[in-house]
């Protein structure tokens, strides 16, 4: 999987959307500011309704276009964010470590997901701000267990010291697009009327966790 980063000049293959839920404060906008601009601000303000960023890499030889949406947290923007769903095929579920609160919210936050979103989207548990160790409140033990049960793809970052960023925003875009040209394969000429192919439909996605996991070599996020 070398050579990811996709030259802007070629023609785009795939566009795949992914949205970033979870509570506010957790780190979502940082870790979509690490992807896609390898920015992190110390003075991050919280994300007013809706914005996203796209990043251009190449996958199996294919330029691939990432649409990454980043919503506010607060309970008062939910309204906005029920469309916010809509053609998603990727999504992460950030929770700060150090709050327990925002961990045991993911439960909610995922069914919200699967109620709205396509029944096969492929989704990532993420633990942010592993880089403050000391202060942590979410064993990740407890976390490896809420993503196998939900055949979640899990793993640990820092936006701040950009730990594993990359490697979760890419694990999930290899896996979108494995499974969208797996049915490219199988159903070639299966075009909505926008013409966009419904190939996520119908595919069932088990997720070996086990395998997927971070290789830790001491110390929180691998």
């Given amino acids: 999987m070398s050579n990811f980063y996709g ?3 070629q023609k785009i293959d795939y566009v795949f959307k992914v949205v970033l839920i979870g509570d506010s404060a957790v780190g ?3 870790l979509l500011a690490r992807f896609a601009r390898n920015e992190f601000s110390v003075d991050s303000k919280a994300t007013i309704g809706v914005e996203f960023q796209t990043k251009t890499l190449a996958i199996d030889h294919k330029t691939v276009k990432a649409q990454i949406w980043d919503t506010a947290g607060q309970e ?16 992460m579920l950030v929770y700060d470590m150090t709050k327990r609160q925002s961990f045991d919210h993911m ?3 995922l069914e919200e997901l699967r109620g709205h979103a396509d029944k096969n989207i492929v989704i990532m548990l993420i633990g942010n701000k592993c880089d403050l160790g000391s202060l942590r409140a979410v064993p990740t033990e407890d976390a490896q267990e809420f993503a196998q049960r939900e055949n979640l793809f899990f793993m640990e970052t820092s936006a701040l010291e950009s730990t594993n960023v990359e490697t979760a925003f890419l694990t999930v875009l290899t896996e979108i697009y494995r499974i969208i040209s797996k049915k490219t394969l199988a159903a070639n000429d299966e075009l909505d009327p926008n013409g966009n192919s419904g190939l996520l439909k119908g595919t069932r996605i ?3 966790n086990q395998e ?3 290789e830790r070599k001491g110390g929180c996020c691998g």
Avoid: C, E, H, M
Avoid at 77 to 91: C, E, P
């Fill in 7 to 9: 030259d802007y000049n």
């Fill in 28 to 30: 979502k906008s940082q």
């Fill in 76 to 91: 008062r923007y939910r309204a906005v964010t029920s469309a916010y769903y809509r053609g998603a095929v990727g999504a």
């Fill in 107 to 109: 439960a909610r936050w």
């Fill in 206 to 208: 088990i997720v070996p």
């Fill in 212 to 214: 997927l996991q971070t």
